[in-house]
C-alpha cells in the first residue's frame, strides 16, 4: 500500500514524458515558425518522377512518398529501408521475382484525393513516359521495356487492387537491389491524373508532412505543412516525423560566400550547398559543433589502374602504387572534406568493415616495384578538371614520378571525362583518378558497375580498371539476386578485401557534406540521410 | 653631310625615349628572371615546378611550419626565411614552390606569346604579300576568308578551339599534337589574330606595289616572287617589327584568359594564366597567389607595349604625328600624310 503513491508519480511522470515526445517530437525546442533556408541553384525539377539531383531529392524527400522509404536517421541507420504509403516491407516470393506491397488504408493527397494502389502503376508509367533518368531502375518490370517504347497499354507486370491496396510487382529476374529502388523519389506515388509534363512550377499534390504551396523556377520555391497529415496520412504513417516548422521558404542564392554571410547574419537558417572550399576551414573552425557540422556521405574516391596492360597487369606494381598513395596527403588536398579509407566500400554502406591492406610505406613500395621491375614505365595519369580532383591528379602523378614512373597527367574537362576514359578506343588509358557516389545504399551499386567483368563495355564503361576475375564476377551475380542481409553483408565485406587484395584500385577516401544552420535552428536535431541529405522534418528553432 | 641609313635614324630616335627605354629595360629584366628558373629551381628552392610536398614542414628559423596546414592552407611567403624554400610560399594544397612555379610559368607565358606571334606574323605577312600583290581571285579568296575568321569574337573562337582540341588533341595528316601540348595554345593563338596582321598587311602592300621602285623592278625583269620578298617585305619590315612587338602582348593576354579558363595550357605545365586560375579558389585565404602572376601579366605586358608604342614611333615617325593629330595634340605640318 505504502509503494502506490510513488508507483502513481512514476506513471504519472511517464505519461507527460510520453506525450512530451509525441507532440514535441524530441526535448525541448519551438515549434512551428518559418524555416529559411538557400540553395546555390534551383533543383532540375520540383517533381518527384525526374528529378536526379542532390538538390531536388533533399527538397522533396518530406514532401513525395514512395510505398518504401529511406529512415529518417542520420549515418547508417538512414541508409536503412522502412515502409512509407506500404503497411510494410515487400513480401518477395518466386525466387526473388515477384514483389508484393499492400498500401495503408485512409491515406489521401494533399488536395484531398484518396491514394489508390493503382496510383502505383499510373507513378511507374509516368517515369517511363517521362523519360526519367530513373526508369533504368524499372525496366526489370514485365512489360516495362515494351511500354518505354510504346507508352501505351500499361505495364502487365504491375497489378493493383484499389479494394484491397494489394500491389503486386512481377520482375522478368531477380533483383537484390529492388527494395532499395522501391524507396526511391522516382517512384513516390502521384495521382492518377498528373499529367505526363514535368511539373516543377505547379508540383503535384504530396503524400508526405509538407506539401509544396509555391514555386518560382530558378527563384525561389515554399512549403505549408500538408493539411491531410495532420488528419490522416501522419497518424498512418509512424515511420515519418511530422516536422517542426509550419512553414518553409527557400531562395535560390548563387554566390556560396553571400550564403554564408547571410547565415552568419541570421538573415537565412539553413544552406543546402556546401560550404565553398576557400571559407570552409573558416567556417569550420568558428561554427563546429554549435552550427556547422560535417556530415558522412556514401561515395568512394579512388585511383584506378588498367590491370589488363603493362605496367598495372602486374598484381606487384599495383600493389606498391597502393603503398605508395599517401591518404593523409590527399586529405589535405581536399582541405579537411575528405574522410581517408583505403577499401572499395565506404563507411556507412551496408557491408562495410574496416581495413587497411596497405598502409602508407614509400619504402614497401620501393621495394616492390623493384622487384616487379616493370619494363614499361611510360604511362598517362587520367583526371578531371574541377578542383581538387586536378590537384589529387597532379599528387597521384608525382607520387608515380617518385616510384619510378614516366608519369604523363591528362587533364580533361569534368563534362566529358567520363565518357572519355569510359571509352576503349580512347588511347593511353593507364590508370587515373574517379569517384562514385551511389543513387541508394547498397554495395551491388558499387562492385556490379565497376568491378564486374561483365560491366566492361567498349563505351560508357565504368570498370576503368577492367577486373574480370570470374570467381569474383560469380560471386557478384549471385549476390545481385539475393535480398540483403547480415549474411550478403559478410559476403560483400569479404569481396571488399579479395579485390583489394588483387589491388585494381587505390581507393583514398569519401568526400563528406555539411551541414550549416544559424544560431536560432537546433543543430543536433537536424539529420542527414545519407541518401537524401539534409531531412527537412527535422529543422527545429530552438 | 653625312647620310644616315632609317635603321640608324630609327635608333637615334628610341633612344631618345627614355620612358620606351625605361620598360624596355624592365622586359629584358623580366625573361633574364624567367630564364633563372632552372637555376633558382637547383640551387636555392631545391625543388621542380611539379614536385609535390603537401605533407612536409619547412624550417623557418627555429620554428618548423606545415607546407600545407591540416585544412588545406598553404604557407605564405617566407622570403629568406626558408633559405630559399618557399621564397613566395606555396601554391595550393599541393604544397608546390610558388616561386618556382611563378619562373618556370613565365617561360611557358613568354614563350607561347613570342611562338603564337611569330607564325601569325610569318602567316600574315605571306597572305597579305600574297593578297596585296596578285589582287584579283587570290585576294578575294584570302580577304573573305579572313573576313570570315575575323567575324568571330577573337577570345570566344579561342575558347571553342581551345575547349575541342585541349580534349582531343589535333591530327593533321602526321602531324598529331595531345590536348596538353602547349603547342595547341600556340596554334589557336596564332591562328585567331593572324587576320588582325594580314589586313593592314594587304593594305600596304596595295599601297606599295603602286610605288615606282616596285616599276622599276618590273620594268628590269623581277618576278613576282623576287618583287614580293626583294622589294616589298623590305618595305615591310618596321611595320612588322611593331606588329610583332605589339602582338606578343596582346597574345599573352589571350594565353593567360585561356589558361585561367581551362582551355590553355594543360596542368602539369604552367603559365601565369593557369596560376591565376589555381590561385583563384583561395582568393580570400591566400590573395598572394592571384596576385603575383597577376602582377607579372601586368608588368610584361606593360613594358612591352610602351617598348612597342616607343618602337613604332621611333621607326614610322609619320604615325606618331597622325596620333597626334587624331588626339589634337599637334597639327600635322608639311606635306599630306
Known amino acids: 500500500m505504502r509503494k502506490l503513491p510513488a508507483a502513481l508519480l512514476v506513471l504519472g511522470l511517464a505519461v507527460v514524458a510520453l506525450s512530451l515526445s509525441s507532440c514535441g517530437g524530441g526535448s525541448g525546442g519551438k515549434e512551428g515558425g518559418t524555416l529559411t533556408g538557400s540553395y546555390a541553384s534551383f533543383p532540375d525539377y520540383l517533381d518527384p518522377s525526374v528529378s536526379y539531383t542532390a538538390e531536388g531529392w533533399t527538397a522533396m524527400y518530406d514532401t513525395y512518398l514512395p510505398l518504401l522509404t529511406y529512415a529518417h536517421a542520420n549515418g547508417a541507420a538512414g541508409s536503412k529501408v522502412v515502409p512509407a504509403l506500404a503497411e510494410s516491407l515487400p513480401k518477395v516470393t ?7 506491397l499492400t498500401l495503408r488504408k485512409g491515406l489521401k ?21 517521362l523519360n526519367s533518368p530513373g526508369s533504368t531502375y524499372y525496366s526489370g518490370i514485365v512489360g516495362a521495356e515494351q511500354f518505354a517504347k510504346t507508352k501505351t497499354g500499361g505495364i502487365p507486370g504491375i497489378k493493383t487492387d484499389d479494394k484491397t491496396g494489394k500491389i503486386t510487382i512481377e520482375l522478368t529476374q531477380p533483383r537484390g537491389t529492388f527494395t532499395n529502388e522501391l524507396a526511391l523519389l522516382f517512384v513516390a506515388l502521384l495521382p492518377a491524373d498528373t499529367p505526363a509534363k514535368p511539373l516543377s512550377a505547379n508540383p503535384p499534390p504530396a503524400t508526405g508532412p509538407y506539401e509544396i504551396v509555391k514555386s518560382e523556377p530558378k527563384r525561389s520555391w515554399s512549403y505549408a505543412r500538408n493539411p491531410q497529415w495532420a488528419k490522416n496520412n501522419g497518424k498512418l504513417i509512424p515511420e515519418v516525423p511530422g516536422g517542426h516548422v509550419d512553414k ?26 556546401i560550404v565553398p572550399a576557400d571559407l570552409y576551414s573558416k567556417v569550420k573552425d568558428k561554427y563546429e559543433g554549435t552550427q556547422f557540422r560535417v556530415e558522412h556521405q556514401i561515395n568512394t574516391y579512388y585511383f584506378w589502374m588498367n590491370t589488363t596492360k603493362a605496367p598495372f597487369d602486374d598484381p606487384k606494381v599495383r600493389q606498391a602504387v597502393n603503398y605508395a598513395v599517401d591518404s593523409a596527403a590527399l586529405e589535405r588536398i581536399y582541405a579537411g572534406s575528405l574522410v581517408a579509407s583505403h577499401q572499395i566500400l565506404p563507411d556507412g554502406m551496408p557491408g562495410h568493415k574496416t581495413f587497411d591492406l596497405y598502409p602508407h610505406d614509400m619504402g614497401k613500395a620501393k621495394a616492390l616495384f623493384k622487384e616487379a621491375n616493370p619494363s614499361d614505365r611510360d604511362i598517362t595519369v587520367w583526371t578531371d578538371n574541377e578542383s581538387p580532383n586536378d590537384d589529387a591528379g597532379a599528387y597521384y602523378q608525382d607520387v608515380l614520378t617518385k616510384l619510378g614512373f614516366n608519369a604523363k597527367l591528362k587533364t580533361i574537362n569534368a563534362d566529358s571525362y567520363a565518357t572519355i576514359i569510359g571509352n576503349e578506343t580512347t588511347p593511353d588509358l593507364d590508370t587515373g583518378w574517379f569517384d562514385w557516389f551511389v543513387d541508394y545504399p547498397h554495395p551491388n551499386a ?39 542481409g547480415p549474411e550478403q553483408e559478410a559476403e560483400y565485406a569479404a569481396m571488399d578485401k579479395e579485390y583489394m587484395e588483387q589491388a585494381p584500385w587505390v581507393p583514398y577516401g569519401s568526400i563528406t557534406n555539411s551541414t550549416f544552420v544559424d544560431s536560432e535552428i537546433d543543430l543536433d536535431k537536424v539529420i542527414f540521410n545519407p541518401t537524401f541529405g539534409q531531412d527537412l522534418t527535422s529543422f527545429q528553432f530552438k | 653631310m653625312e647620310g644616315r641609313s632609317p635603321w640608324y635614324l630609327a635608333y637615334r630616335r628610341l633612344r631618345r625615349n627614355r620612358v620606351a627605354l625605361a620598360f624596355g629595360g624592365l622586359f629584358v629584366a623580366i625573361v633574364v628572371f624567367v630564364c633563372a628558373a632552372p637555376l633558382w629551381a637547383d640551387h636555392v628552392a631545391h625543388t621542380g615546378p611539379n614536385a609535390t610536398h603537401t605533407l612536409e614542414k619547412v624550417e623557418v628559423g627555429d620554428e ?21 624554400k618557399f621564397f613566395l610560399g606555396a601554391d595550393g594544397r599541393l604544397g608546390r614552390d610558388e616561386m618556382v612555379r611563378l619562373m618556370y610559368g613565365g617561360r611557358i607565358s613568354l614563350f607561347i606569346g613570342f611562338l603564337a606571334t611569330l607564325i ?30 575575323w567575324a568571330f569574337p577573337v577570345t570566344l573562337l579561342a575558347i571553342a578551339l581551345g575547349l575541342s582540341l585541349a580534349t582531343g588533341g589535333l ?4 602531324l598529331h599534337l595531345s590536348g596538353s601540348s602547349i603547342w595547341i595554345p600556340i596554334l589557336i593563338i596564332a591562328f585567331v589574330y593572324t ?41 615591310l619590315l618596321s611595320t612588322l617589327i611593331v606588329f610583332f612587338t605589339l602582338g606578343v602582348a596582346n597574345n599573352m593576354l589571350l594565353e593567360a584568359t585561356l589558361s585561367f579558363l581551362g582551355v590553355g595550357v594543360q596542368p602539369p605545365n604552367t603559365s601565369w594564366g593557369t596560376m591565376i586560375g589555381d590561385g583563384f579558389e583561395l582568393i580570400s585565404s591566400a590573395p598572394l597567389l592571384t596576385v603575383i602572376p597577376g602582377t607579372m601579366i601586368l608588368l610584361t605586358v606593360l613594358s612591352i607595349n610602351v617598348f612597342g608604342d616607343g618602337l613604332r614611333d621611333a621607326l614610322d615617325p609619320k604615325s606618331k604625328l597622325r596620333l597626334e593629330a587624331h588626339a589634337g595634340i599637334a597639327e600635322p605640318k608639311g606635306t599630306a600624310v
Not at chain 1, 493527397?109 to 513516359?129: H, I, L, M, N, Q
Request: charge should be positive; aromatic fraction near 8%.
Open chain 1, 94 to 100: 518466386n525466387g526473388g521475382k515477384t514483389y508484393t
Open chain 1, 109 to 129: 493527397y494533399s488536395d484531398g484525393t484518396p491514394v489508390k494502389a493503382s496510383d502505383f502503376a499510373g507513378t511507374v508509367e509516368r517515369v517511363f513516359k
Open chain 1, 248 to 273: 518553409i521558404d527557400i531562395d535560390v542564392i548563387r554566390n556560396g560566400a553571400t550564403q554564408v554571410n547571410e547565415i552568419e547574419r541570421d538573415k537565412t537558417n539553413w544552406m543546402q550547398t
Open chain 1, 446 to 484: 558499387f562492385f556490379q558497375p565497376q568491378l564486374a567483368g561483365e560491366s566492361i563495355a567498349p563505351t560508357h564503361n565504368y570498370n576503368f580498371a577492367r577486373t574480370d576475375d570470374p570467381k569474383l564476377n560469380a560471386k557478384i551475380a549471385k549476390l545481385s539476386t539475393e535480398q540483403i
Open chain 2, 64 to 84: 618548423k611550419r606545415e607546407v600545407v596546414n591540416r585544412e588545406g592552407k598553404p604557407v605564405g611567403p617566407l622570403w629568406f626565411g626558408g633559405g630559399g
Open chain 2, 120 to 149: 601569325a606574323t610569318l602567316l600574315a605577312t605571306l597572305l597579305g604579300l600574297l593578297a596585296g600583290y596578285y589582287r584579283g581571285w587570290a585576294d578575294a579568296v584570302i580577304s573573305r576568308t579572313m573576313d570570315v575568321i
Open chain 2, 171 to 174: 591530327r593533321v595528316g602526321p
Open chain 2, 195 to 235: 587576320p588582325y596582321m594580314a589586313r593592314p598587311i594587304r593594305g600596304e602592300v596595295l599601297s606599295l606595289r603602286e610605288k615606282e621602285f616596285v616599276e622599276a623592278a618590273v620594268s628590269q625583269g623581277a618576278g613576282p616572287l623576287r618583287v614580293m620578298f626583294g622589294e616589298l617585305l623590305p618595305n
